[in-house]
């Protein structure tokens, strides 16, 4: 979970713009509105390099796939919702 919820967090960070980095260059807001879960749904964008095609593939299944009980409102609450969010789906051993 740890390299994945750090991964989450930077995500968090470039789209509500805590970071100097544009997020329509990783990421697309979801235009679908009547989704299951939270409503920050992320649609992937495609893209020749292969470090942000990477990142971005590995994130936006994770995000989508978060809880309503996520709490997006700050940094510091996204982080401390997310280490109760069981990852076990998403990681291979």
């Known amino acids: 979970m740890f390299i994945l919820g ?3 967090v930077w995500c968090y960070k470039i789209l509500y713009g805590h970071v100097d980095l ?3 260059s990783l990421f697309e807001w979801s235009p679908h509105l009547s989704t299951r879960g939270h409503k920050y749904k992320l649609y992937r964008k495609r893209s020749s390099a292969s470090v942000r095609y990477y990142f971005s593939e590995l994130v936006v299944n994770v ?3 978060l809880p309503n009980e996520v709490d997006f409102s700050t940094v510091r609450s ?3 919702t997310i280490k ?4 076990n789906d998403f990681v291979s051993y």
């Open 6 to 8: 750090i991964d989450l």
């Open 84 to 87: 109760r969010v069981p990852f």
């Open 22 to 24: 544009k997020s329509e």
């Open 63 to 65: 995000w989508n796939s």
């Open 78 to 80: 996204f982080t401390r």
